[in-house]
């Protein structure tokens, strides 16, 4: 990646305002749950036409499991839904699925479900689809640093958080160390592709230095960081 690099590579997506936005319309938080993962299927599909090549969205951290068991329960079993029913569709076309977090939380049918979708899925060349589910980048952090692969970890580029916060809540920490932040008020079930669009149109705004100075490559741009 060069610092004047014209498109982000590896976009990460805190996907927020799905509570928010069904509640403003008179409806049950879940049913905003739904209609993000309707938004997830328009990313998905749009990404690799924008130039991602890898997409990681934030779908379950490790503290929403503070959230009540009825919508953790549901939000379970909509992305047991979600990875089911994607996996032929993701080998259709060329997509990689995987998911990061811990998995010993997880259901098994779950934890099931994604092996087959990430073995079915290996061979995908066109976008690495990465879902976040139950995790936390500081634990990430810790289990990495222990087996000496923080290196590897992939850099993100663009990071994008809907729903008009503006905080990373344990997401990709290590990996954002030297990513562009965009954050926009759109809720993510109203994320749409020409949302992503302008996310990634002002990327190309910005300039990057990685703590360098402009016309100078960036120190950990190539083998360090976007390996
Ligand atoms: C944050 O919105 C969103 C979540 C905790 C869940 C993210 C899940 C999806 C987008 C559903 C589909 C995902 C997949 C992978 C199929 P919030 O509930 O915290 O919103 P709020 O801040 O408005 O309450």
Request: charged share 25%; net charge positive.
């Amino acid at each position: 990646m060069s610092q004047s690099t014209s498109l982000p590579t590896h976009v990460a997506i805190i996907m927020d305002g799905n509570g928010r936005w069904a509640t403003n319309r008179g409806r049950p938080r879940f049913a905003g749950h739904r209609a993000g993962a309707a938004a997830v299927r328009r990313v998905v599909e749009a990404a690799p036409h924008l130039g991602i090549t890898t997409l990681t969205l934030f779908a379950f951290s490790a503290d929403n499991w503070k959230r009540p068991a009825t919508e953790v329960n549901r939000l379970l079993r909509l992305f047991l839904g979600y990875v089911r029913a994607e996996t032929a569709t993701c080998v259709e076309r060329g997509v990689r699925l995987t998911v990061i977090g811990r998995r010993d939380r997880l259901p098994p049918t779950l934890v099931e479900a994604v092996e087959t979708a990430e073995h079915a899925t290996a061979g995908g060349r066109t976008l690495h689809l990465r879902l976040a589910i139950d995790y936390s980048a500081r634990h990430a952090i810790a289990q990495a640093a222990a087996a000496g692969t923080l290196e590897s970890m992939e850099a993100v580029d663009l990071l994008i958080r809907t729903g008009g916060e503006k905080r990373l809540s344990d997401f990709l920490l290590w990996e954002s160390a030297y990513a562009e932040l965009y954050f926009t008020p759109v809720a993510w079930p109203e994320f749409s592709a020409a949302s992503l669009a302008e996310a990634l149109a002002e990327y190309r705004r910005r300039q990057r230095r990685f703590g360098g100075l402009p016309g100078l490559p960036g120190p950990r741009d190539e083998a360090a960081v976007a390996s």
